[in-house]
């Protein structure tokens, strides 16, 4: 009875008996995929770690960055309606000139820790973490762990992505959604159903991605729809009616905000900075759309006058090589010409594969997005920065990683491995020759890239014939040697801070725009700075955040445009008015068109002295604007010292008709706005635009008594003379 009776508390049964154990949460995020190698996991987990404290480090030294998006990420986390419209301050006189989506996260994390430098810029370091994340997944699903491996290497090594997932402008969150729209159409046309959910996932990301920065992401929305109606599986009546639910889902996550704006009674929103009649579809097809490409932006600077032409226009010279010049090609181009090769090494080893076959649609997917998007920065006419190129990286790095991985599959073939071959050695010249354009900066560098690249060129010949091991010692220099200049390129980058409207990756030189305080060279063209002009800082070739020196003249023979006379202070001469004291410590005169501060603060934000800061928080909360200035920059700067809003007369380039002199003297008769800051950038006619800057400041300095405080110049707006 005993023996039959079972026990209060069963024993555990016998080990051999027990089934497997699952492994804790921590041992499978560790771990990863059953099937993985032991290494997969650890090193994609390793890549990531590196990424983020490689992009955490020094992030502070960037100050606000770009104070213009600053001080609307500072709106935001004041007022929800400033969140909403992407207001550049609390009061809601005029938006930035792009949607609000990239400034969401960055308010969000000012609501959540204050304001500050880290927690304007963390968001963006996350977003680039996340973008090579996704890369890698993109990549290693269809190629393996080791092709994800190279790919999220190269992205996060890239100096322009090394620059902007540390940088406030909308070039972050878009970099990462048109790298999530990628992996969702690679996920749709892998289900043998066609994958109608990843494709409106896709959409989304399209979606989201124009929030960010209207046109440009939809520069990729013709190859992906292409290579889905052609590569995907079924029908093509069904094919075409799931890129049809994919368009909805766009214009649904995307259109939702615009409608809004467009029906919002103007009298009760912010003015749509960018546009001349207050309408965000005007921003969107002209400031920021078609006049980007044929080059007539209303508004703009030096624009509103047609196409700069391709012999070299107001932002450098435009065709094929664009991306490969002085002023860009450092930033990008390192693995570019090893990206086109692979990529057509790549479409020949898949070419007589299945119309669904998910690899040579992987090809086609991110050629066809680094073409599209190549072919369109290579040759638009409009505003273009060094920086933009970021978009060209995720596309970049996939066809690296994917190449790489189909030619070393394929080295026992001798055109595999001299394809394999070419391109390290391309690579290694490539980067020989850019290196050359800083010859200061580590010249020992640019030697070893050549020699380690010739050596393993050579090796990669040999691959299918020598033992695997000689092969992936050749392959490993051969990757080494590709990745060590835009490495130091990158360290280079991380360990400088930027400000300003126009940031350039990389040493002095490798870009000609703005590191360090004040932004570098406030002017487009694309050109080196003029003979015998010498730099601020003692050091090389291009501007360094000082721009040009002793007031010397911008490229190209670039003038203020369209033959406007400087308005009060106005860069390139003009003089200073109403008791105010150039801003160049007792120079007596104004800073030069490109200076450090230059444009009269169009491009780079002023200094805020520890007066003028303590003058406009007298009595602060009781005006709705604390100040107006003119021009954006100008106006950000006073608004982040001080936390209070500041109307930022005429928008970014002081050319917005916001407000109207009629509008501004209804403000002051209302008792409004407290002081009216001095100097600035812009003003009316700029670029064509309609903006009241100039008007408003003659009729300020006409009613209002002038006082210095520091070297600032406030007219106090409730007091007339």
């Not at 860009?328 to 090893?338: D, E, K, N, R, V």
């Not at 900066?441 to 090796?459: D, I, K, M």
Request: with cysteine.
């Amino acid at each position: 009875m005993t023996a039959l009776t079972p026990p209060v508390n069963p024993p555990a049964p016998p080990a051999a008996h027990a089934g497997p154990r699952a492994p804790g949460r921590l041992a499978r995020l560790w771990r990863g995929r059953p099937d993985d190698a032991p290494w997969v996991r650890p090193a994609f987990l390793g890549l990531l770690a590196v990424t983020t404290a490689l992009y955490l480090w020094n992030l502070t030294a960037s100050g606000y960055a770009n104070s213009f998006y600053s001080a609307a990420v500072q709106a935001g986390g004041e007022s929800w309606k400033a969140f909403f419209f992407g207001s550049l301050d609390a009061a809601n006189a005029i938006t930035v000139d792009k949607p609000p989506a990239a400034l969401w996260p960055m308010a969000l994390s000012v609501r959540l820790f204050g304001l500050g430098s880290w927690q304007i810029l963390l968001p963006e370091v996350l977003m680039g973490v996340g973008t090579v994340a996704v890369l890698y997944a993109a990549v290693r699903r269809r190629f393996g762990a080791g092709a994800g491996l190279i790919a999220g290497t190269v992205l996060a090594l890239t100096p322009v992505a090394a620059l902007m997932f540390r940088f406030n402008n909308p070039d972050a969150l878009l970099a990462l959604l048109m790298t999530v729209a990628a992996y969702a159409v690679l996920r749709a046309l892998e289900s043998a159903e066609g994958g109608t959910k990843w494709l409106v996932a896709a959409g989304v990301a399209f979606g989201f991605a124009f929030l960010a920065k209207t046109l440009q992401a939809f520069l990729i929305l013709p190859p992906l729809a292409l290579v889905y109606a052609v590569c995907a599986p079924g029908r093509p009546l069904k094919r075409f009616g799931r890129l049809g639910l994919a368009g909805l889902a766009l214009i649904v996550s995307g259109g939702w905000w615009v409608a809004l704006v467009e029906l919002w009674p103007a009298a009760s929103r912010p003015y749509v900075g960018g546009s001349q009649n207050n309408s965000f579809l005007e921003l969107t097809f002209g400031y920021n759309g078609l006049g980007r490409i044929n080059g007539d932006e209303v508004g703009s600077v030096g624009g509103g006058g047609g196409p700069g032409g391709g012999q070299g226009g107001r932002w450098g010279e435009t065709g094929l090589l664009r991306m490969f010049n002085d002023s860009i090609g450092g930033q990008i181009s390192w693995l570019l010409p090893a990206a086109l090769l692979l990529l057509v090494a790549g479409l020949v080893v898949t070419w007589r594969a299945p119309r669904t076959d998910t690899a040579r649609a992987a090809f086609l997917v991110w050629g066809g997005s680094l073409l599209m998007t190549l072919g369109v920065f290579s040759f638009m006419a409009g505003i273009f920065h060094e920086y933009y190129t970021v978009a060209l990286a995720p596309y970049l790095a996939a066809l690296v990683g994917m190449g790489a991985a189909v030619l070393w599959e394929e080295r026992t073939r001798i055109a595999a491995s001299a394809t394999l071959a070419a391109a390290v050695g391309v690579t290694a010249w490539w980067s020989w020759t850019l290196l050359g354009r800083t010859p200061d900066y580590l010249p020992w560098l640019r030697w070893t890239v050549l020699v380690a690249g010739a050596v393993a060129a050579l090796g990669l010949l040999a691959a299918g014939r020598v033992d695997r091991r000689l092969g992936l010692a050749a392959a490993g220099l051969g990757l080494a040697a590709g990745l060590a200049a835009p490495f130091a390129y990158t360290l280079e980058t991380l360990s400088t801070g930027h400000q300003g409207s126009i940031v350039t990756a990389g040493p002095a030189g490798a870009g000609f725009g703005g590191r360090g305080p004040g932004g570098g060279r406030g002017f487009p063209g694309g050109g080196e700075l003029p003979a015998g002009t010498q730099r601020t800082d003692g050091g090389g070739r291009g501007a360094d955040g000082g721009g040009q020196a002793g007031g010397a003249q911008p490229p190209n023979g670039m003038q203020p445009p369209n033959g406007m006379q400087p308005p009060n202070g106005f860069p390139g001469g003009g003089q200073a008015q109403g008791g105010q004291q150039p801003p160049t410590g007792g120079t007596g005169r104004m800073p030069a068109f490109g200076e450090r501060g230059g444009m009269g603060g169009l491009l780079n934000g002023a200094s805020v002295g520890a007066e003028a800061k303590a003058k406009l928080l007298q009595d602060a909360d009781a005006y709705t604007w604390a100040a107006a200035a003119v021009g954006a920059q100008n106006a950000a700067s006073y608004q982040l010292a001080t936390e209070k809003p500041v109307m930022a007369i005429g928008g970014f380039n002081g050319s917005d008709p916001s407000p109207t002199l009629a509008q501004f003297k209804q403000y002051v008769a209302e008792g409004r706005i407290h002081y009216f800051i001095g100097g600035g950038g812009g003003g009316g006619g700029m670029g064509g635009g309609m903006g009241g800057g100039s008007e408003i400041s003659t009729w300020v300095q006409e009613n209002f008594t002038a006082t210095t405080v520091g070297d600032t110049t406030f007219y106090d707006l409730t007091a007339p003379a």
